[in-house]
Nanobody, 115 residues
Framework: QVQLVESGGGLVQPGGSLRLSCVGS????????MRWYRQAPGKERELVAQ????????NYADSVNGRFTISRDNAKNTVYLQMNSLKPEDTAVYYC????????WGQGTQVTVSS
């Protein structure tokens, strides 16, 4: 069955960096647009970044543009989110999402930005 497994979250100081990974299985990874979302406590889930199936099309939320970079390695069935210059307001659970008629979510990975 379809599985998305995120990793790479943790506690980081403001200004620091983290790289999230999401490994997909149970489907042809290279055929799908992939997204990263995040959800902070008490807030709605929001789209952070999206990448086209071949990796050539990328879009970002205004709040992360210039600080975060989405990428993918279709040979490894993996999508990444490189997060630099992290701010306390980036604290959230980050989710990987396969964009499809029937979408699919990963279980999420916690990112905490705090001194």
């Amino acid at each position: 069955q379809v599985q998305l497994v995120e990793s790479g979250g943790g506690l980081v100081q403001p200004g620091g960096s983290l790289r999230l990974s999401c490994v997909g299985s149970g489907f042809t990874f290279s055929m799908y647009v992939m997204r990263w979302y995040r959800q902070a406590p008490g807030k709605e889930r929001e789209l952070v970044a999206q990448i086209g199936s071949a990796g050539g099309s990328k879009n970002y939320a205004d709040s992360v543009n210039g600080r975060f970079t989405i990428s993918r390695d279709n040979a490894k069935n993996t999508v990444y989110l490189q997060m630099n210059s992290l701010k306390p307001e980036d604290t959230a659970v980050y989710y990987c999402y396969r964009a499809a008629t029937i979408g699919h979510w990963g279980q999420g990975t916690q990112v905490t930005v705090s001194s």
